[in-house]
């Protein structure tokens, strides 16, 4: 539900190119570094970590409002 949501949310153009496609592409991209995640985690100090943990906090907290706001739009 949060996927159909953002895409509701982008502009339909950004600098001549489609909203859509910018938005396919993003979570696109973030489902390649959420694949490579174990890979770059293990890599990284105790900064890197927190960064990367801070991401996923992030990620969950977008993930739950837009589902909720996706719920209640009318």
Same mark, same amino acid.
């Not at 943990?53 to 719920?71: E, K, N, Q, S």
């Given at each position: 539900m949060f996927m159909f949501q953002s895409l509701k949310l /982008?502009?339909?153009k950004i600098m001549h190119i489609d909203?859509? @496609?910018l938005g396919i592409g993003a979570f696109g991209l973030a489902g390649l570094i959420?694949? @490579?995640l174990p890979f770059l985690e293990g890599r990284q100090e105790k900064r890197g970590g927190m960064l *990367?943990?801070? #991401? &996923? *906090?992030? #990620? @969950?907290?977008? /993930? *739950?409002? @837009?589902? /909720?706001? &996706?719920?209640l739009a009318k």
């Open positions: /982008i502009p339909s909203g859509e @496609l959420w694949i @490579l *990367v943990r801070g #991401a &996923g *906090v992030f #990620a @969950l907290c977008y /993930i *739950v409002a @837009l589902t /909720i706001y &996706g719920y």
